[in-house]
């Protein structure tokens, strides 16, 4: 079992910046890579933004321009940096980690709201 816990999200201006966190715990050994993904009401899930863990880096277009992923190996730990977040990225923000051996596993979501 693998546990995934973001941290980070909330309430933040049109035009603010936001870092989420997503801390990988448990049965980690075959990660190969790990990703954020956002929900909006009414949407379906979509990719923000995935990360190996050699460093390679795969973005949606509408966001590579904004958002950042980035990992620390040492701390299980993957981010995504958001800047000049707009309304339409209002979404509810997942960590979805990639395994070798097993099944993807998914956090619980953490909510992210760009409002005035």
């Known amino acids: 079992q693998v546990q995934l816990v973001e941290s980070g999200g909330g309430l933040v201006q049109p035009g603010g910046s936001l870092r989420l966190s997503c801390a990988a715990s448990?049965?980690?050994?075959?990660?190969?890579?790990m990703g954020w993904y956002r929900q909006a009401p009414g949407k379906q899930r979509e990719l923000v933004a995935s990360?190996?863990?050699?460093?390679?880096?795969n973005y949606a277009d509408s966001m590579k321009d904004r958002f950042t992923i980035s990992r620390d190996n040492a701390k299980n730990t993957v981010y995504l940096q958001m800047n000049s977040l707009k309304p339409e990225d209002t979404a509810v923000y997942y960590c979805?980690?990639?395994?070798?051996?097993?099944?993807?596993?998914w956090g619980q979501g953490i909510q992210v709201t760009v409002s005035s």
């Open positions: 448990g049965s980690i050994f075959n990660i190969y890579a």
């Open positions: 990360i190996t863990i050699g460093g390679s880096t």
């Open positions: 979805k980690s990639f395994h070798r051996f097993s099944q993807p596993y």
